[in-house]
């Protein structure tokens, strides 16, 4: 399903090259569970935005879902990512001025259902997530663990084949930690949908059926 | 749709603060802008409403004999017949003469005088002018009839039926039978008679002769004909018709006449540019002067670039509030479009809510506006200004959120996640772009608002040459018939009057006017038409005119029947001998050679009888005692004297009410156009600068949060809280000093072309613009220096610990 071969990523730093990500092949097949892991500043989130089609690489070839998206179009790229993934972040990066209803409606927007459908898919998720009672409120009004929990909602809204989650507990209490990472790893399993998690705990990482490690760019593990 | 105004109305929520600074500036931008669309439109339509306007021209009489220029926009009595004559592209020709009026007498009652006009009889079919009752083709075929508008028929016959009936004028025998009513000339029309008399059988409109001109003469051409072409060949006619009566009476060929640098002939003006163009002498009515028109239009539009400036300059000075929902919202797989039109909602809701509000504030303002300019303007509840509204909101709406929708939409979605976008300096240069463009508007509205002022002061105190305080000017009192004098005779005996002179002729106001053919005896080739004022023996000391030689005329002196008194343009223009005095000059009385000499007995220093547009030209005056009284006073009590005025008045049994005026408010109204734009102009610069300050004070709010942690370190470092809000100002001083700079040139190059329409006007001084530019700064610093100092006195803990 996801297929990265002998990528770079750099930047340039006056005269010289930084390498963020060197020589990096990586396959990731449907319904998998991957763990990134490393240390900081090892490319992990940046791997994952590659990955999720918000930063290209230098050099390199990635194909995603059998098709080679290394030189696709910006508006390509928009509908990938409309259409096939959804991203969880650490930050959960909720939108402030909507309320949770809005927050997950908001991808079946750019998506163009109509109205109805939208109603049913959101109160669907709302259900299943058991939020149908915060529906209108706002994320200020949230704990960090409900938020996060609006913010998987949302991603998996569209019904996308893969998940992108930048450390999706980092800022969350153990508790709500593991609630969270229960919940991908039901996802995963009962919904055949493709994880890929960046995480610094090895405990969340063993949630995942496998672990990819970084070190300075390169792929150790 | 409805999710982008959603999300828009909670982002005006949320940035209360931004809101109503953008409304407040949107919706005053709106309005100003609105109001004077209406006023240029106004102006812009004058004569339009009739179904030919495009093919009437009027033509104008335009000669300069001896440098004296003529401009007149009535013409000879044979001139329409001669171009109907002559040139087949001329379908339909048609006179208007402007006549004084007198009371109208009905069935044993007088009614006030009306603006009356003799016109042909064709004058309704060149003219769109509904009627009501009667036929517009036929109404003024007879001599003797009369068309009135429903307002008089209303007034003068009730609900009987008009027409037939007979009416009467005071000063006259002539019974004017009514066969047509007419709606009321509209508004933007460049006459308003309420009377047309049929000029059917009147001797002097079928008069050929070339040398007397009274006839406002209008052609109507073959549609899609261009005047220009016919303009051209005019000069043909003057040659064929005028060339020999010209012969006849100057005595010499209308060759020799052009050999001697003088010209005369004829031009065409389309209708529908008189009003604006207003600017022959003996206008029907005063027109507009097209400057005017242009400049108001470049305000309007500066107004709303200064708002939607604002915000512009606002939403991109914001942006690194709403990078984190672009990053989002692209994530979740919005495309740049989406986001966009996301923000366009946003300018859109803002411009809309902006226009509601504006529409209460046009209501407001529109009154006190139509006082300023001396219009109707009104919106009501029709369809069209609705909708000129209506697009003027879409036009902010865009106009204002275009640029920032694309600056916001562009931003990288990684970039703004992990918060390393400096969104705000990206921008940076554009908005101070833009900040230095409202300060240069303001700027240079600032100074023009302080020439203007100068001018007209300068206009107030100006030596005219003669004294217009405490001069009582009595217009009717021709109706006194030969109590005039006896009226003076008891007057001089009050001892609040100073002096007393009889003369229709006023240096300022509506006045009797006249022109004469002149030349200095023996040089007839020096011919020139000069101003004549018919006066009496205490015109010169009642109006403080001073004598530069010569002597006044006098009743010692039986021979000051032919005696003149010129001014000094005249003993210049004629290039007479040592001061002039005893010089002879010989006055062409009309077409048939009747001449007659005058011996110049005293020269006056000139004075302005004109208005300072123009310079002061040849004057004669000549003794005629009649029709008017000008009395000098000296009292405080103006009341009072006024009072046993009407007494004496009434006591005469005249027609006419006892009307008076003072001249100094005469003099004023000559300049009321000036005095109206320059109100108006101070109003609109006021509106400009307060409007680019609130904009001022949303970006200072905006630096001072986004250098929030900046000052916290300064703070800790040791800066007082002056350096910091020195430090915030200084930026905003640096804008409004550069903009200055660009200011005074353009301001400089525009109010000298205005004053050029001056003949006397003031110079333009330095202080202006050093003045302009303290203003420009103290506010800055007033609207800026509210944030700096906030910033400034903030807790640096408290900033540092939020980071």
């Known amino acids: 399903m996801i297929q990265l071969k002998k ?33 900081s500043g090892s490319g992990k989130s940046t791997l994952l935005h590659i990955l999720g089609l918000l930063e290209e690489p230098n050099d390199g070839e990635y194909l995603f879902l059998g098709e080679n998206v290394s030189h696709l179009t910006e508006k390509k790229r928009t509908e990938l990512r409309r259409n096939q993934i959804g991203f969880v972040f650490q930050a959960y990066h909720l939108i402030d001025e909507l309320t949770v209803y809005e927050n997950i409606e908001t991808p079946l927007l750019y998506k163009g259902l109509n109205s109805s459908e939208r109603k049913s898919r959101v109160a669907e998720l709302l259900d299943k997530f058991n939020i149908v009672g915060r529906k209108d409120l706002f994320p200020s009004q949230l704990s960090g663990g409900q938020q996060q929990l609006v913010g998987i909602a949302r991603a998996i809204a569209g019904n996308p084949k893969v998940i992108f989650a930048d450390e999706p507990t980092g800022n969350l209490h153990s508790e709500q930690a593991t609630e969270i990472m229960e919940l991908f790893k039901k996802l995963n399993e009962q919904e055949k949908v493709t994880i890929v998690q960046v995480t610094h705990s090895e405990h969340n990482a063993t949630y995942g059926n496998r672990i990819i490690r970084l070190k300075d760019g390169l792929v150790v593990q | 749709m409805k999710n982008y105004f959603k999300t828009a109305w909670r982002n005006l ?7 109503i600074i953008n409304l407040l500036g949107l919706s005053t931008g709106i309005s100003v802008c609105f109001i004077i669309m209406l006023f240029v439109q106004d102006e812009l339509s004058y004569d339009g409403f009739n179904t030919k306007a495009d093919q009437i021209v009027r033509v104008l009489f335009k000669a300069s004999i001896n440098s004296g220029k003529i ?121 308003h008679f309420n009377m047309f008399g049929s000029m059917t059988g009147d001797s002097e409109a079928a008069s050929d002769s070339w040398m007397t001109s009274n006839f406002f003469t209008y052609l109507v051409l073959q549609d899609g004909y261009d005047y220009k072409n016919l303009e051209a060949k005019l000069p043909a006619m003057v040659e064929k018709y005028m060339g020999p009566q010209i012969a006849r009476s100057m005595g010499m060929s209308l060759t020799q006449f052009r050999t001697k640098g003088n010209s005369l002939g004829f031009a065409l003006q389309p209708l529908k540019d008189i009003h604006l163009h207003a600017d022959s002498t003996a206008e029907l009515e005063p027109g507009s002067d097209i400057k005017y028109v242009y400049i108001f239009s470049a305000i309007a539009i500066f107004m709303l670039l200064i708002a939607c ?4 300059n606002l939403s991109t000075a914001g942006a690194s509030k709403r990078a984190k929902e672009v990053g989002v919202r692209k994530v979740m797989g ?29 209501q407001l303002a529109l009154p006190v506006f139509n006082d300023l300019s001396g219009k109707n ?6 369809f069209q200004p609705m909708l000129q509204l209506l697009i003027l909101g879409i036009t902010v709406g865009l106009l204002a959120g275009i640029y920032p929708a694309f600056f916001l939409s562009s931003f990288n979605p990684i970039a703004t996640l992990k918060g390393r976008l400096s969104a705000s300096t990206k921008s940076l240069g554009l908005r101070s772009g833009l900040v230095v463009f409202q300060f240069f508007i303001s700027i240079s509205l ?54 007393v002179t009889i003369s229709a002729y006023k240096p300022a106001g509506p006045s009797n006017n006249n022109n004469s053919l002149v030349y200095p005896e023996g040089k007839e080739n020096q011919i020139m038409k000069i101003v004549r004022y018919d006066v009496d023996e205490q015109y010169i000391p009642t109006l403080g005119i001073t004598m530069a030689a010569g002597r006044n005329f006098s009743t010692d002196f039986s021979t000051d029947s032919s005696a003149v008194i010129i001014n000094e343009a005249a003993a210049k223009a004629f290039e007479l001998k040592g001061d002039g005095v005893g010089e002879k000059i010989v006055w062409m009385k009309d077409n048939d050679a009747n001449k007659a000499t005058y011996t110049v007995i005293g020269v006056v220093k000139d004075f302005h009888f004109r208005s300072l ?22 009292t405080a009590d103006i009341a009072g004297l006024l009072v046993s005025m009407k007494q004496q008045w009434i006591n005469y049994n005249t027609d006419e009410p006892f009307e008076y005026a003072f001249m100094d408010e005469l003099y004023n109204k000559t300049y009321v156009a000036e005095q109206k734009s320059g109100r108006i102009l101070s109003i609109f610069a006021v509106l400009t600068v307060f409007v680019a300050c609130l904009g001022l004070f949303g970006l200072a709010t905006y630096t001072a949060e986004q250098r929030t942690k900046e000052i916290g370190i300064r703070k800790v470092l040791g800066a007082t809280v002056t350096q910091v809000s020195n430090m915030l100002s200084r930026e905003f001083l640096k804008l409004v000093l550069i903009a200055c700079i660009i200011a005074f040139p353009v301001a400089w190059w525009a109010m000298h072309t205005w004053l050029q329409s001056f003949a006397y006007r003031i110079s333009i001084s330095w202080w202006v613009f050093v003045l302009a530019a303290f203003a420009a700064i103290v506010l800055t610093l007033f609207t800026v220096s509210y944030q700096a100092i906030k910033a400034a006195l903030m807790n640096p803990m408290k900033s540092l610990k939020s980071e």
């Open chain 2, 613 to 634: 547009h123009e310079t002061i030209t040849p004057l004669l005056m000549t003794l005629n005692p009649q029709w008017g009284l000008m009395v000098k006073v000296k």
């Open chain 2, 71 to 191: 401009n007149e926009a009535s013409v000879m009595p044979p001139t329409a017949a001669a171009i109907k004559n002559d040139y087949p592209e001329v379908t339909a020709v048609t006179r208007l003469r402007n006549t004084g009026g007198s009371k109208i007498l009905y069935n044993g009652k007088k009614y006030n005088k009306e603006l009356f006009a003799f016109v042909d009889p064709n004058f309704f079919q060149v003219f769109t002018v509904p009627f009501l009752k009667g036929d517009a083709a036929s109404a003024l075929l007879e001599p003797n009839t009369i068309v009135i508008t429903q307002m008089l028929a209303h007034k003068y016959f009730g609900d009987e039926e008009p027409i037939g009936k007979t009416i009467q004028f005071s000063n006259g025998n002539t019974l004017y039978k009514v066969t047509g009513v007419i709606e009321a000339i509209p508004s933007n029309a460049h006459f």
């Open chain 1, 7 to 39: 990528s770079y990523k750099y930047y340039n730093t006056g005269s010289r090259k930084a390498y963020v990500l060197s020589d990096i092949s990586l396959d990731i097949a449907a319904g998998e569970f991957v763990s990134i892991m490393g240390p």
């Open chain 2, 334 to 362: 919005s495309g740049q479009f989406e986001l966009i039109k996301q923000f366009l909602a946003e300018s859109f809701l803002l411009s809309f809510i902006a226009l509601l509000f504006s529409y209460v504030m046009i």
């Open chain 2, 446 to 499: 600032i100074v023009g608002t302080i020439i203007v002022y100068q001018q007209m002061n300068y206009i107030q105190s100006k030596k005219l040459g003669y004294s217009k305080e405490q001069l009582l000017v009595l217009p009717n009192s021709w109706a006194l018939g030969k109590n005039e004098t006896v009226f003076k005779e008891n007057l001089l005996k009050d001892s609040r009057v100073v002096n």
């Open chain 2, 377 to 382: 303007l009104h919106i009501g509840y029709s």
């Open chain 2, 13 to 19: 929520l949320k940035n209360k603060a931004f809101s």
């Open chain 2, 309 to 312: 400036i604002n915000f512009i």
